[in-house]
Structures are given as C-alpha cells and as structure tokens.
C-alpha cells in the first residue's frame, strides 16, 4: 500500500508538472502572436475555423476561439505578449526550481503567486462569470495546498 505522504508528493510532481507544461504553451502562444501578429491569427482563425463544419451545435468552443481572436486582433497585442512570455517563463522557472528541489525560497514565493493569482480569477469571476476561470482557479488552489504540503514536509526534513 503506497502511503499517504507518497501519494501526495506524487500529486505534487504532477500538478507542477502541469503547470511548467501550461507555462511552455503561454511562452510559445506569446512567441506565436509576437512573430505573426494578431491580425494575421484572426485570419488564420478564420479559414481553419469553419463553423458550418461542425454538426450538431458543437461550435461553442469553435465560437469561443473566434470571438478570442477577433478581440485579440482589436489590438496590437503587446500586452497579451507580455503577459504569456512573462507568466510563462515564472511558471517554467518555479516548476524547474521546484522539481530540481533546491532552493526553499521558492515555497513562499510559489505560494504568494499562486495567491495572486487566485485572487485575480476570484476578482474576475466577482465581475464575469466563466467555468474556464473557476477551473484555472480550483487548479491553482490545489497546487497551493499540494505546495504548502511539500513545503512543510521539507522543513521537517
């Protein structure tokens, strides 16, 4: 039988490694729209997106990524590259410090991100309901506590 601790620092790992690898996806999105440009990935979204493709009132996701595109294209996009080249990178560099296992500074550090950004989909839920931000949401909190976890295992060894 695999021990509570055990399996909680393999949740651990897990949910780290999810985040480096949601922080990989914001960093190349970012590199993607600084290199395109956000007009040319509306017109990309248009001719790969065919709404009347999908059978069976299937498009609300396909919607979504239009309606994305469109308002991203309202824009000259910097910040949007700033925020996925910058939460990217904080994200890769906590999971790589983290997974290493060197470096107790980054637990507070980790966890007052996390905090914010808890806070942040808290506000934005306050304003817009949205499933997609209440998941982002219950994720962080989840690696919070899986953080906090590891964090005192680590000062009782």
Known sequence: MISRSTQLHTAYLITIIIKGLFGLLEFCSGAI????????????ALRVIDLDLYEGGHTHTAQLVLQ??????????????????MHGALKMTIT???LRGRGRWVFPVASAILLGFIA???????KHWSIWVLGLALFDT?????????????SKG
Do not use: C
């Open 33 to 44: 729209i600084a290199i395109f440009g956000p007009q040319r990935l509306y017109v990309l």
């Open 68 to 85: 994305g595109a469109a308002a991203l294209s309202q824009t000259r996009g910097y910040f949007v590259i700033f925020y996925l080249f």
């Open 96 to 98: 790589a410090v983290l």
């Open 120 to 126: 942040f989909f808290g506000f934005h839920l306050s």
């Open 142 to 154: 989840l690696t919070l506590t899986l953080v906090t976890n590891e964090w005192r295992n680590w």
